[in-house]
């Protein structure tokens, strides 16, 4: 809260990243989750309107659930199954209800998984890399489904909806390519020269988890 009192005006954009993303926590600390995320970007959209400021908010692929076992699109209904997804999804409602209520400016983006330099070490692939260096077991569900993007093509994606300022609308950033979460760990290890050593506890990530989120990346391609 005190830091937004030290941002200057006169920026352009906002582009709004910051969340508790970690599904596993959100369902073992909801309120937390709940209160961070929301309360958060409650802020930043005070800040926007007080500052004429446009914003991009970044919402994520779980706002989809990941139990239809298709690949979904900007106009599919959310159906999230995390308490994460939830609030990413009562985030999407805020920023709608800005747009509305004060006529910012404002685009949303649905972020498909994310890799590539710098990631914390909770995320799926450097968190495997580590445990299979370190002669672990990794640590996944391999019946579950992924498509993953590589952190600077998110940035692009961004910057160009930053170029084309397509205000009010709702874009998924994606490869558009879906794979197993053991075609994931088969080229880590491949590429690692290892072994895979697999143990999982799906019954508990059933519960808490979509199988496969997968999302369309056509809108993005066609601006």
């Given at each position: 809260e ?6 200057p005006?006169?920026?352009d954009?906002v ?7 970690h599904?596993d ?9 709940l ?5 958060s ?5 005070d800040?926007?309107v007080?500052?004429e400021?446009?914003l991009i ?9 990941g139990?239809s076992?298709k690949?979904y699109?900007?106009t ?7 308490i994460?997804?939830?609030s ?7 920023v709608k209800?800005?747009?509305n ?6 685009t949303?983006?649905?972020l ?7 990631q914390?070490?909770d ?10 260096l370190d ?7 391999q ?9 600077e093509?998110?940035?692009r994606m961004?910057e160009?909806?930053m ?26 290890v491949n590429?690692l ?6 143990e999982?506890?799906?019954a ?5 988890r979509g ?6 990346n ?6």
């Amino acid at each position: 809260e005190h830091a937004l009192e030290y941002i200057p005006s006169g920026y352009d954009y906002v582009i709004h990243l910051a969340a508790l993303p970690h599904v596993d926590f959100s369902n073992f600390y909801p309120s937390v989750v709940l209160n961070n995320n929301l309360i958060s970007l409650m802020r930043i959209l005070d800040y926007v309107v007080n500052n004429e400021t446009e914003l991009i908010f970044t919402s994520s692929v779980e706002v989809y659930g990941g139990e239809s076992w298709k690949k979904y699109c900007e106009t599919d209904i959310p159906t999230p199954v995390s308490i994460y997804g939830y609030s990413k999804q009562a985030c999407e409602e805020l920023v709608k209800y800005y747009i509305n209520k004060y006529q910012i400016k404002s685009t949303i983006v649905r972020l498909t998984n994310l890799f590539g330099p710098l990631q914390l070490p909770d995320r799926v692939i450097p968190r495997n890399i580590c445990r299979l260096l370190d002669k672990y077991s990794v640590d996944l569900t391999q019946n579950f489904y992924r498509d993953f993007l590589y952190v600077e093509d998110a940035c692009r994606m961004i910057e160009c909806l930053m170029v084309k300022e397509k205000n009010g609308e709702i874009f998924n950033l994606s490869t558009g390519k879906v794979h197993s979460m053991q075609e994931v760990i088969n080229s880590i290890v491949n590429n690692l020269h290892t072994e895979d050593i697999v143990e999982n506890d799906e019954a508990f990530l059933q519960q808490t988890r979509g199988r496969y989120l997968s999302i369309d990346n056509v809108k993005i391609k066609n601006i």
